[in-house]
């Protein structure tokens, strides 16, 4: 039997989550000399997914406290916490207090849908095709982290 990759089980989980109601989370987005932040406040007791992202970049809970996916373990992480995710990571988390997440990328752009295009996918699927096509990144990147 062909056991599923967390990240498949995340997708299974967003399909059944998809049906019912959705909690719509206040989003800033910060821009800096060469740096985007997002900033995005997640309410005590809503559990999210997120995407998948091509590149490493740089995780801060600002604020509150959560279970989060990091590598094969469901950590119990509190604020002050910084975390640099490998490229091909898809996370599940449930706040279990009012939550502040910073997601940090290195760039010049500020058009938000051209930003998204350069750091994430939604989905496994689409992160392979995108790999697939680098074939100059280093090799470490090139690990699809199924943590």
């Known amino acids: 039997m062909n056991e599923l990759s967390i ?25 800096a000399s060469g740096v985007y932040c997002r900033h995005l406040f997640i309410p005590k007791g809503v559990i999210l997914t997120g995407e998948i992202h091509k590149t490493r970049n740089l995780n801060i809970l600002l604020k509150g406290r ?5 590598g094969d373990d469901v950590q119990d992480i509190q604020a002050p916490f910084i975390v640099v995710s490998p490229a091909g990571v898809k996370r599940i988390a449930e706040a279990l ?3 502040v997440w910073l997601t940090i990328h290195a760039t ?14 939604a989905t496994k699927t689409q992160y392979l095709e995108y790999i697939a096509q680098e074939p100059l990144l ?10």
């Not at 990240?7 to 821009?31: N, S």
């Open 66 to 70: 959560m279970k989060v996916l990091i």
């Open 138 to 147: 280093p090799f470490k990147e090139l690990q699809l982290c199924t943590a």
């Open 7 to 31: 990240i498949d089980k995340i997708e299974a989980y967003e399909t059944l989550a998809r049906q019912a109601p959705q909690v719509d989370l206040p989003l800033e987005h910060i821009f």
């Open 97 to 99: 207090e009012d939550c």
């Open 108 to 121: 010049e752009k500020t058009d938000l849908n051209k930003i998204k295009d350069d750091f994430v996918v």
